[in-house]
Structures are given as structure tokens and as C-alpha cells.
């Protein structure tokens, strides 16, 4: 391993003041004198060092690119110190490129490859039913189809600033808000974090034209005009909701306020987004998902993929050029969502005579958070790892604003003492936080079929009552 | 209009050129600048050998760089798969795999978790970062530093720092009484899946320097919330599960055994001697230069 013949000699630097500057500032300053002995620019040979610091204040070492709230952090007694914007020939980790050198050299002029409209693009994953995402490819063709579907339901300009505040590595934001902005030449402000008050703040300073976003984000925005009254932005021309159903009321307040007309729209990862907008105006129907969007067709099937009548429930077929050619490398998991060039949503809904669609429930066991899909599989499939676990099972159920919360029921292994918390933060060493259970309840046995499934659509309607419950005891206490 | 993204940001670049494409803390990038950065972007991924139909993963906020790198990565006629970036060690393994990722491109702050995962990622040829978002967060109780500032040739290789130091780190929790530590690669020491001590190796020149985080007792994350402001989701992003000898033993060790006991660990593992000092002339102006410039 080293070298133990020749006993060499250290240098212990020991620091039992330090600041949370001293994480960056000693190595710094003994790497820089140890290059200046090497290009004798100093008499002094510095020796190898081990350093060994303990703190004397809480403190906080930030990127120079982070966002710390530096009049929080003094009220609270705790000093922030930034990492300067490492210069040329800073210290690189080991086993990693630095994407700043990596440019440097690199020339400003490229031809861009020649791809075929039918190439895949991009690869997103998303989570279906069963326990592992799986990726859903977008071709070059889909992603211009559902720059052209934007064109006619919602024509965007050069003029158009968009708040690009959704994450790019969603399809909304991906396909909506960064590809549809530069396919129309437009400005794009970019938001890497999200707060309410950073929304508000880059909506008024680039007075952006257009947002599209989430419910949640509208429901903030809302409650921050409320409280400010003035200095409300009014240069959006339209927004755009999607993810989850808005809350007519939120909506309505919002256009008043703001000044501006809200759509909301529907699609899937595997439609590279929209494929249907409800805009407010003439044909506005609260609950409705809104007519088809130009160029693609959809419709309401039955089990037999038979379309059924107008008004009639069954599950949403979608067909068009927006549409994904399939999984990354799962021809299986295409096959059962692909018939025939439709592709089956796994959303339930009927549309009326007016041609508008309507989604009544969902028919694969699917939990949708903010957005983002959650397979109930993956994470019983991680429950389930846990030694003191016998089984579990995951279901949605909603929370008082009826939105869609991870419900788990965990029967344990005879003589196992977990509780919730051991369990929660067991999850939360396996899984994305948005994925991890709000309630955990225990059981003596999961309700289950003749054939020994569990049955999911039992336990969720056990639930309903028994979250009412503890919602109303946290209100009263 | 283009058929493929590969082709549409030249498009679009020939008519708006001088037109604001990105607004950007307080910064404006014009059309022909975002063109520029993507086509830098796409020359350095075909440096490293990134061609027609090779899958490129991205962990990235809405920054700058995405987009340089996501229009890099379409010019090249290669694939991008962009994914979330709340995603743990065991989801972002399946996808990297999955896809078959040659290169992922994310921030600094991932470093440490891309590594660990690194060796079940057999595709993974190159890890590229960019944007500085790390949030260090230390306090007196819980809060203890070791580094390193020594030749490169006291490890065979700069790898070997991480494994050396993590080894050494086990055997110091291991004379404190946590027993079931273990090393993971390239990332720190765990218990179960919980951190108990972070490992950074760096090279420079003829250097290398490793700087390692010990966790004593459990850290208060509540004062870091009131100063960070994260969405709910992103808050276990800022701070992974850890632990704490005092988590696991009951007992905070003192400051001062700790620092005999890691000296002692240090001469045993590399064969040295170890005697204290103090930081010498170049040394101390390097310090003051970091301070003024960390904005103390």
C-alpha cells in the first residue's frame, strides 16, 4: 500500500475553532503554497498535512451557484461562506470531468448530425405498474408534432417571454415550455429552483407573457397576490395548468388578478405531452379535459377496444404523431399498451355530445403526485425488503384538498416492533422523497382475492373513511 | 420548418440571432449564445467519444447547462435522457443501466452519489459536472473534518484515497463502538443505508487532497431549512439519511480522543509520523485570499 521503509513525517494541523469557510480554506491554502515550493517560488518545503478540524459555530459552505437566504442565516446565528467560482485548473474530483474544461477548448461552429424524423431523441422514464419505470422514447417527430399541436390551440411568438419553472426533465416542461419556446423564437426566463415568491419575482422582472405550471404553483401565486394586493404582474397573456385538476375557484381568482386566461391541459409522457386543452372562453366546461387537440384523435374504448357511445365510461385511446413508438428496450410493456396505432392511457373517462372529454378515474393502479407518477409496486417492492416485514401493500388515497397522498398497509413479520418512522426512513434511503408514504398503517392481514391478489380497490375505500377521521382529530387538537 | 431537433436550433438561431433566448439569474443569453454554448456542448461530448444514437443521461435543475447539453446532445444525434433529479442511488443505477448511459452529465453537488453507484454501471464511461449548488452544512455537535493535503504518490492511485481513508474511517467508528460501518465506493461510509462520514478526493498537480466529513452526534437540520428555502421534495436532497456515532452508540465521543485516536490511525495506516505544526507564510496568505473571497 505505501511505502513503510523510510518513516516520513507529517503535519498535523488541529483546529477545534473552525468555521465552515475552514472546509475550503484550508486545503485551498495549503495546496497553494505547496505548488508555490514547487515552482520555487518559496524557500519554505511544505510537508504532506492531515488536518483535523472541529466546529465553533454552525455554519453553512455553499456553492457559488446556491441560493442561502444570508438575513435568515444571521438572525439565526448561523455564517455562510461561499465557494468561490473555481478558476482554471482548480482542483478536480477524482474520476470526474469538469463540464467547464471540457468547453473550453471546444470550438463554437458544429454540423449537426443528420437524424431521421422516426430516431429517437430522448428517453424519459416514468412510472407505470409495474415496480421498475420504464422508458418512454420520443422521437425527433413526436417532439416537432407536439411543437405544431401548440401552434394551433395556443400560437406562441418571438414576441412571448415563458416561464420555464417545471422541471426540463418532465414532459411538460421539456416538450412545452423548452422545446415549443425555441421552436417559436422565444425568450425563456429559467427558474432552478422553485419558491412562490422566485415565481412572482422572475414573472414581474422578465415580464413574461406565458407560464405554464402546476396546481400547486397557481394555488402559491394565489395566496401571495392575496396577501400583496399591488405589485401583481399583469403581463401574462396565458397560462397553462396541467399535472392535476385546478380548483375552479383558484382559477377564476387567478384570471381576475392576474389578468389572464388559464387552460388546462391533458396529456401523458407517452403523448410527449398534451393532447388536449380546455380553454377558458366559449367552449369552457369545468371538469372537462377539453377537445381533441389538431392532429391527434382520440377516443373512448371498451375492454374489447370496441369504441363506445358518447357519454358511455371507458378507457381514453390516443392516436397521432405525438404518440411514442414504445418502451426503451420492453417490446412486452409496448406491446400491452400499443393496439392497433391507438395507444390505451390506462385513464378512464367518457367524452360528451359536444365532443368535450371528461376523465372519471384511472384504471391501472397508479398513484399521480404533483405531476409525477408513482408506481404503488415499487415501493411495496421496497417495503417489502425490510426484514421485519411480512407484506405490504400501496394505495393513493386523497388528503383534504383532494389530492392524491401514498397510503401503505404493512403487515409485519411475528415478533418485528417497527413502527412508522423506522419504516419512513427506511424508505427514504431507497426512494425519491415525492415516492415516500404519508401514512403508514399496520394491519394484521391484507384483504385478498380467491386467487390470493391483494385487493387494492378494498383497502382504498377502507381508507377514505379512516383518513377523514384523522384529518378531523389534527384539526380539533 | 425543422424535422428533427438536431436541426431546429440552427433554424431558429438564423432568424432570431440577436434575439434574448434565456433569462437567467439577472443574465440574458441571446440565440446566437445559446447556439454557440450548444455547439460547444456538442463538440465536447464528441470528445469523448459520443456519437449518433448513444444514450447521454442528464441530472440537472433548469440551469443554463441543460439546455447547452440538451441541444449538445441533439446536434449530435445522440439521445438524451433527462431524469429527475430528486432520484436515490437504487433508481438512478436502474435507469443508467436501462438506458445504457454512456456518460451522465450532472451537478457537483451528485458527485459523491453518482460515484458510489458507479461500479453497477458498467456503461457509464464518463461522469461530467457542472453548476456549484453544494450546501455543507456543519455545526460544533455533530460536525467533525479530516483531510488530507498529501504527494500523489502516497496512494498507488488517486482512487485509492477514497478507499484507504474509508477503511481508516471504519476502524475509527469501530474503536467508538459502531461496528457495522462499511465503506462504499467512492462515496463515504455507511451504516445500513444511512452516511456516517462523506469522502471528496481532489486532485492538483502533483497533489492530492481528500476531505472527509465525520458525523459525532446527529445533525439539526431544522436551522438549515429557515436559511435554504427547498421545495418539501427536495429537502431529503439537500441532506441524504445520515447518522451519528451518538445515534448509534449513545454516546458522543469526545472531541479530543477522537483526534488522538485518528492521528494514531493515520501513522499506524501510513506509516508516518505525525507531529503538530502550524500553517507556514504561503500558506496563511492562501488562507486570507480563500476568506475574502468566500465573502467573510
Not at chain 1, 91 to 115: N, W
Not at chain 1, 254 to 263: G, K, R, Y
Not at chain 1, 309 to 317: L, P, R, V
Request: glycine fraction near 8%; charged fraction near 25%.
Amino acid at each position: 500500500m505505501k511505502q513503510k521503509e523510510q518513516q516520513r513525517s507529517w503535519r498535523l494541523l488541529h483546529n477545534d475553532t473552525a468555521r465552515s469557510v475552514d472546509l475550503l480554506a484550508y486545503p485551498s491554502a495549503l495546496v497553494e503554497g505547496r505548488i508555490a515550493g514547487k515552482y520555487m517560488l518559496s524557500k519554505e518545503k511544505l510537508p504532506d498535512t492531515l488536518v483535523i478540524q472541529t466546529f465553533a459555530k454552525r455554519g453553512i459552505l455553499a456553492g457559488s451557484d446556491a441560493e442561502v437566504d444570508k438575513a435568515a442565516a444571521s438572525d439565526h446565528g448561523i455564517e455562510v461562506s461561499k465557494i468561490p467560482r473555481s478558476g482554471r485548473g482548480g482542483p478536480k474530483a477524482v474520476g470526474t470531468l469538469d463540464y467547464s474544461d471540457l468547453i473550453k477548448e471546444a470550438s463554437k461552429k458544429f454540423t449537426p448530425a443528420e437524424r431521421e424524423p422516426d430516431d429517437p431523441a430522448i428517453i424519459l422514464y416514468t412510472s407505470g405498474t409495474t415496480g421498475n419505470p420504464k422508458g418512454v422514447v420520443l422521437t425527433h417527430r413526436n417532439c416537432m408534432a407536439q411543437t405544431e399541436l401548440v401552434e394551433l390551440v395556443m400560437p406562441m411568438s418571438h414576441k412571448d417571454t415563458i416561464v420555464l419553472v417545471l422541471p426540463l426533465f418532465h414532459v411538460y416542461g421539456l416538450s412545452n415550455g423548452l422545446i415549443c419556446g425555441v421552436r417559436n423564437g422565444s425568450a425563456m426566463s429559467l427558474i432552478p429552483q422553485y419558491s412562490p415568491v422566485k415565481l412572482m419575482d422572475t414573472i414581474t422582472s422578465t415580464k413574461a407573457t406565458l407560464l405554464i405550471a402546476v396546481p400547486t404553483m397557481y394555488m402559491h401565486l394565489l395566496q401571495l397576490a392575496r396577501s400583496r394586493k399591488t405589485s401583481i404582474p399583469k403581463s401574462l397573456r396565458l397560462c397553462v395548468s396541467g399535472g392535476a385538476p385546478l380548483a375552479l375557484t383558484t382559477l377564476q381568482e387567478f384570471m381576475e388578478l392576474f389578468q389572464t386566461q388559464i387552460a388546462e391541459g391533458y396529456g401523458l409522457t407517452e403523448t410527449t405531452s398534451a393532447v388536449s386543452l380546455n380553454k377558458t372562453g366559449e367552449h369552457f366546461l369545468p371538469g372537462s379535459i377539453g377537445p381533441t387537440s389538431p392532429g391527434v384523435d382520440m377516443k373512448i374504448v371498451d375492454d374489447n377496444l370496441q369504441e363506445v357511445s358518447d357519454g358511455t365510461e371507458g378507457e381514453i385511446a390516443i392516436r397521432g404523431d405525438v404518440v411514442t413508438p414504445g418502451y426503451w428496450n420492453n417490446p412486452e410493456a409496448t406491446a400491452e399498451v400499443m393496439k392497433d396505432g391507438w395507444f390505451l392511457t390506462g385513464d378512464l373517462g367518457y367524452r360528451n355530445e359536444q365532443g368535450l372529454f371528461f376523465i372519471t378515474d384511472r384504471k391501472k393502479d397508479l398513484i399521480v403526485r404533483g405531476g409525477f407518477n408513482i408506481s404503488p409496486r415499487e415501493i411495496e417492492e421496497v417495503l417489502v425488503t425490510h426484514p421485519g416485514v411480512e407484506e405490504a401493500a400501496v394505495v393513493a388515497v386523497s388528503d383534504k384538498r383532494d389530492r392524491e397522498i401514498v397510503k401503505a398497509f404493512v403487515v409485519l413479520r411475528d415478533g418485528s416492533s417497527l413502527t412508522s418512522s423506522d419504516l419512513l426512513q427506511f424508505c427514504r434511503e431507497e426512494l425519491a422523497e415525492y415516492k415516500i408514504p404519508k401514512v403508514i398503517e399496520f394491519r394484521e392481514t391484507l384483504p385478498k382475492s380467491a386467487t390470493g391478489k391483494v385487493l387494492r380497490k378494498e383497502l382504498r375505500t377502507t381508507t377514505q373513511q379512516v383518513d377523514q377521521r384523522l384529518i378531523l382529530q389534527k384539526e380539533e387538537n | 420548418m425543422s424535422e428533427t431537433l438536431s436541426t431546429l436550433l440552427d433554424q431558429i438561431t438564423k432568424a432570431y440571432k440577436r434575439k434574448d433566448a434565456l433569462y437567467f439569474e439577472g443574465k440574458t443569453i441571446t440565440y446566437r449564445e445559446l447556439n454557440e454554448q450548444a455547439n460547444k456542448s456538442a463538440n465536447a461530448l464528441a470528445g469523448l467519444g459520443i456519437t449518433k444514437g448513444d444514450r447521454v443521461a442528464m441530472m440537472l435543475p433548469n440551469i443554463p447547462e441543460f439546455i447547452y447539453c440538451f441541444f449538445g446532445i441533439q446536434k449530435l444525434g445522440a439521445v438524451a435522457v433527462p431524469f429527475n433529479s430528486m432520484y436515490k442511488g437504487r433508481e438512478i443505477t436502474y435507469i443508467l443501466n436501462d438506458c445504457g448511459a454512456r456518460a451522465i452529465i450532472t451537478l457537483s453537488n451528485f458527485a459523491n452519489l453518482i460515484n458510489e453507484i458507479r461500479e453497477d454501471v458498467p456503461s457509464l464511461e464518463h461522469v461530467v459536472l457542472t453548476g456549484q449548488r453544494t450546501l455543507i452544512f456543519v455545526t460544533p455537535e455533530s460536525s467533525l473534518n479530516v483531510q488530507l493535503v498529501v504527494e500523489k504518490q502516497t496512494f498507488t492511485k488517486p482512487e485509492d484515497a477514497f478507499r484507504e481513508v474509508g477503511a481508516l474511517l471504519v476502524e475509527l467508528l469501530a474503536s467508538f463502538g459502531v461496528h457495522e460501518a462499511w465503506y462504499k465506493h467512492r462515496g463515504g461510509v455507511r451504516v445500513g443505508g444511512r452516511k456516517i462520514a462523506t469522502i471528496l478526493v481532489s486532485e492538483i498537480e502533483n497533489l492530492i487532497t481528500v476531505n472527509a466529513m465525520l458525523f459525532l452526534a446527529p445533525l439539526d437540520t431544522k436551522e438549515l431549512f429557515k436559511v435554504v428555502w427547498v421545495t418539501p421534495e427536495v429537502k431529503d436532497k439537500v441532506l441524504e439519511p445520515s447518522t451519528s456515532i451518538e445515534e448509534l452508540t449513545g454516546k458522543r465521543p469526545d472531541n479530543g480522543e477522537v483526534v488522538s485516536r485518528l492521528v494514531e490511525l493515520v501513522k499506524e495506516h501510513f506509516g508516518v509520523d505525525v507531529v503538530s505544526g502550524q500553517m507556514k507564510r504561503d500558506e496563511l496568505f492562501g488562507y486570507e485570499k480563500v476568506l475574502s473571497l468566500a465573502g467573510r
